[in-house]
Every structure is written in structure tokens, then in C-alpha cells.
């Protein structure tokens, strides 16, 4: 189950099955008739490059 709390119209939280979803940067909520409701999240890159 997808949840989305928002405070004063701002998404402070997207939890998934009750998990808390870190370094979210943006999502989509698709919302359609006779269909099942789909997310798409982008996450920010955990990536970090050794400097050289």
C-alpha cells in the first residue's frame, strides 16, 4: 500500500508498505479510471565518485 502525507499541500512523506522512502526527489501519481492507481518516484543518486 502506497500512503503520501502531506502538510499543508507539501509531500513530506511517501511510505510503501509502511517504509518510509529516503531520498526522494520527485513522483508522479497516476491516477485512472477503472484502473489500478500507479507511483513513479525518483530517487536522488546515492552514487558518490572517489575524487581523483
Given amino acids: ?3 503520501i502525507i502531506r502538510e499543508k ?3 513530506k512523506k511517501i511510505l510503501i508498505d ?3 522512502q529516503k ?3 520527485g ?3 497516476e491516477e485512472k479510471a ?6 513513479k518516484i525518483t530517487y ?3 552514487v558518490k565518485f572517489k575524487e581523483e
Fill in 1 to 3: 500500500m502506497i500512503e
Fill in 9 to 11: 499541500g507539501i509531500t
Fill in 18 to 20: 509502511g517504509v518510509e
Fill in 23 to 25: 531520498n526522494v526527489t
Fill in 27 to 29: 513522483y508522479v501519481l
Fill in 34 to 39: 477503472d484502473e489500478i492507481n500507479t507511483i
Fill in 44 to 46: 536522488v543518486d546515492r
